[in-house]
């Protein structure tokens, strides 16, 4: 088992940063990619970026790219998500995933990830 927790949500002004956490416990060796997906109200579950836990391969979702920085230090457990340039649309949710499947590609879906944290409010006003 894998227990994910994160931290750094707020209320920002649109063009301020945030730089969100997530610290992993647990069984932490059998990770091989952790992700930030995130969900709005009314909205599916989307991805936002993910890291291959021992390479530092690193992808992002289309919407998030130049302004979204993931990196993750291995001795301690976590992984962050610098966000910049924030705007309303990307006002939500923000959950950790953890995948401990061993994927050949990156996954990009919610299905694809075996652990999940409980979410961090990220709020953007004009």
């Known amino acids: 088992q894998v227990q994910l927790a994160e931290s750094g949500g707020g209320l920002v002004q649109a063009g301020d940063s945030l730089r969100l956490s997530c610290t992993a416990t647990?069984?932490?060796?059998?990770?091989?990619?952790m992700a930030w997906f995130r969900q709005a109200p009314g909205k599916e579950r989307e991805f936002v970026a993910a890291?291959?836990?021992?390479?530092?391969?690193?992808e992002y979702a289309d919407s998030v790219k130049g302004r979204f920085t993931i990196s993750r230090v291995i001795n301690e457990n976590t992984v962050y998500l610098q966000m910049n340039s924030l705007n309303l649309e990307d006002a939500a949710i923000y959950f950790c995933a953890a995948d401990v499947q061993y994927p050949i590609t990156i996954p990009t879906t919610p299905g694809q990830y075996d652990y999940w944290g409980q979410g961090t409010q990220v709020g953007v006003s004009s």
């Open positions: 890291i291959r836990w021992n390479s530092r391969i690193t």
């Open positions: 647990g069984r932490t060796f059998s990770i091989y990619v």
